[in-house]
């Protein structure tokens, strides 16, 4: 990375880290929709077969262990709380799309010479409490003692 760019250049380099933000928020987004959505579904499963299965007067000491792993999963699920991860990433994409978008029509709305010192300045700011607002909600929640868990 130079030193002293011009303001087209440290533009760039901006909308290039605000990117990056908006890819690694999508990127962790999925991989949480993706795990609180098994743990949903198998949760449903196993309950599921779990009840069919003791009806099944032959198949009860299976469906006991089926409804075991369904309280267990329950018990986890609060402790890893996917969801509530997913919708953070969410909002954090959402924040550097926005940005993104502001940054990208400051250039296209300014003159040749580019945007000056001071706007970039105050869209660096907004990208950084990005940043430190994301971090701050993570920390914050994982040390939150998990929900109690209802099966």
């Given at each position: 990375m130079g030193v002293g760019l011009t303001p087209t250049?440290?533009?760039?380099?901006l909308l290039d880290k605000i990117r990056r933000g908006h890819d690694?928020?999508?990127r962790?987004?999925?991989?949480?929709?993706?795990?609180?959505?098994?743990?949903k579904l198998l949760t449903l499963a196993l309950s599921?077969?779990?009840?069919?299965l003791l009806g099944l007067h032959r198949w009860t000491d299976l469906a006991f262990a089926l409804v075991a792993l369904v309280t267990a999963l329950a018990a986890a699920e609060p402790f890893f709380n996917w969801r509530s991860?997913?919708?953070l990433m969410e909002e954090a994409q959402y924040?550097?799309?926005?940005?993104s978008d502001d940054l990208e029509y400051l250039l296209a709305s300014t003159t040749a010479d580019g945007p000056t010192?001071?706007?970039?300045?105050?869209?660096?700011?907004r990208y950084q409490a990005v940043w430190d607002d994301l971090s701050?909600?993570?920390?914050e929640r994982r040390r939150e003692p998990a929900p109690p868990s209802t099966p």
């Amino acid at each position: 990375m130079g030193v002293g760019l011009t303001p087209t250049e440290t533009s760039a380099l901006l909308l290039d880290k605000i990117r990056r933000g908006h890819d690694y928020a999508r990127r962790r987004k999925e991989r949480f929709r993706r795990r609180a959505s098994a743990v949903k579904l198998l949760t449903l499963a196993l309950s599921a077969a779990s009840t069919i299965l003791l009806g099944l007067h032959r198949w009860t000491d299976l469906a006991f262990a089926l409804v075991a792993l369904v309280t267990a999963l329950a018990a986890a699920e609060p402790f890893f709380n996917w969801r509530s991860r997913w919708v953070l990433m969410e909002e954090a994409q959402y924040r550097f799309r926005r940005l993104s978008d502001d940054l990208e029509y400051l250039l296209a709305s300014t003159t040749a010479d580019g945007p000056t010192r001071h706007q970039l300045d105050g869209v660096f700011g907004r990208y950084q409490a990005v940043w430190d607002d994301l971090s701050r909600t993570w920390l914050e929640r994982r040390r939150e003692p998990a929900p109690p868990s209802t099966p």
